[in-house]
């Protein structure tokens, strides 16, 4: 019995032998199998800050062939349309170079961009992933992109800045240009930086035929409640000796949000209003008084942030600063049209609100009118 035992033991060990020989002969085919492999020099671009009306902006990855047998890309994809991957269409021998080319189309498309592009080969990985990222300025709010201000010989974007949506969670940029089309040299000043925002630059010289990009950035925490912040940019255009020739403010707007208000999950209110008024002509002695009714119909308590008319003839508030799902509130405004005379005759004023709407938080009311003659 013992000898039965003794000899079905050796059996076992040989055979766990021989069998331990076979995976290593196995494991050695393997190792020297000749595969591809596709290293990238980089794996993320940052485009940094993007002007929005410049167009498309493109960036190459370059990759080695670092295996032992050939490469082939055989497809590329992206996150979305507004970003097309391009890439080598031949076999990379190895040791060889070949790269990845990815536009972005920036159109449309404001704030921060963080966008994925995948590359599938014959190397056996799933798939090698490629980012792009940066931010994209608008010339905040001007829809023509043509100068809107001259002070002094200055050209300037914009009489007024309007950022995006912002909360504390993201930061947003927007572009103020200057250019001086003079056959001098203009110093540019720049005072009364609003709080609530940080600029490049403010103070410098441009020569003749010179252009400047200045990008003012969001600053906002979350202690901010939200609300419309208004600010004036006061931009001075001087000599080369610093004396003010003439000077003008630029206004800036600011709509701040709750972070969660980005997120738009659970239940949430919807807002419901007739958004334009055109009161005709009326006589300058007239006060135009009525009431814009407010709809929430959402799940959740609709919160009214701000109400900013911008123009002193309009005066208006809410009646209620919170409306209970299904409930109905009230604006109550006046519009003085003797204000309107002597403003020029003519009312074409929107009145911006801010609400905790996820499917718009900031509306519009447009208010039309002139003095009758």
Known sequence: MKRAIHHLGTLLLVALVLSSRAY???????VSEAIPV???????HNFGLVAEEKGPIGCIFYFRNTGSAPLVITNATADCGCTTPSYTRETVAPGARGEVRVTYNPEG???TFVKKVRIYSNAGELPKELVIKGNVTTLGGNEDRKYQLRVGGLQVSNHLLA???VSAEGDATIRLVVNNPTDRPIMVRLRKV????SISKTEFTLEPNEPEEL???SLVSPKDKPALRYGVLHLEACDAEGKIQESADVKV???IIPDELISGTGK????DLVTYYDFGERPASETIKGRITLENKGEAPLEIYSVVSGNKAIKIKAKSKTIAPGAKSELVYSINMREVARQGGKLSQNVDLLVNDPHGPLRKVRFEASIKK
């Open 194 to 197: 609003p709080k609530f925002v």
């Open 38 to 44: 596709m290293t990238f020099a980089d794996s993320v």
């Open 163 to 165: 950022f995006p949506i």
């Open 215 to 217: 990008y003012l950035t």
């Open 109 to 111: 498309r404001p704030g």
């Open 24 to 30: 290593s002969v196995w494991a050695q085919g393997a």
């Open 253 to 255: 707007s600011m709509p």
């Open 268 to 271: 949430s209110p919807k807002m």
